[in-house]
């Protein structure tokens, strides 16, 4: 980022926390630790951390990415996985149980547990 770059961004958080102070020296300084970051990064994490804090932003809290926001993996599952997913749900359908197998395991269960086969609505089991 450069002099002026840092200045809009000065101008971006003093509009939400307006207790920011800005100043010459500040703009300075903080233009030499944020030369080697892009525009886009920085302005990205400000949006983020307007969103979730109260006190205006640090260097740190717009260069530093926290763990839990590196992805770890692909958020799109590619064709195949895709494909697996497909397959696996196709699988699940066919192994389900039908309606008079489930109702009887639910019966089974019922009188296991002693629970009425009928309850009203309203009346509680107990």
């Known amino acids: 980022m450069n002099r002026e770059q840092v200045k809009k961004l000065f101008k971006r958080i003093k509009e939400f926390y307006g207790s920011f102070d800005v100043y010459s020296e500040k703009v300075d300084a903080w233009t030499s630790v ?3 970051y892009e525009q ?3 302005s990205e994490n400000l949006e983020d951390h ?3 804090n109260k006190f205006a932003p640090t260097i740190s809290d717009l ?3 926290s763990e839990k ?3 770890t993996g692909p958020a799109i599952p590619t064709a195949e996985e895709t494909r697996e997913m497909l397959q ?3 699988r699940n359908r066919r192994n389900a149980a039908s309606p ?3 109702e009887k395991a639910l019966a089974d269960i ?3 547990l002693n629970i009425p086969n009928e309850v009203k609505k309203n009346e509680s089991v107990g």
Do not use: G, Q, Y
Request: proline share 4%; no cysteine; hydrophobic share 45%.
């Open 100 to 102: 008079e197998v489930r």
């Open 40 to 42: 886009d990064f920085v």
């Open 110 to 112: 019922r009188r296991i």
């Open 69 to 71: 926001d590196i992805p």
């Open 50 to 52: 307007i969103l979730t």
């Open 63 to 65: 260069v530093n990415v």
């Open 34 to 36: 944020l030369s080697k």
């Open 88 to 90: 696996e749900r196709a």
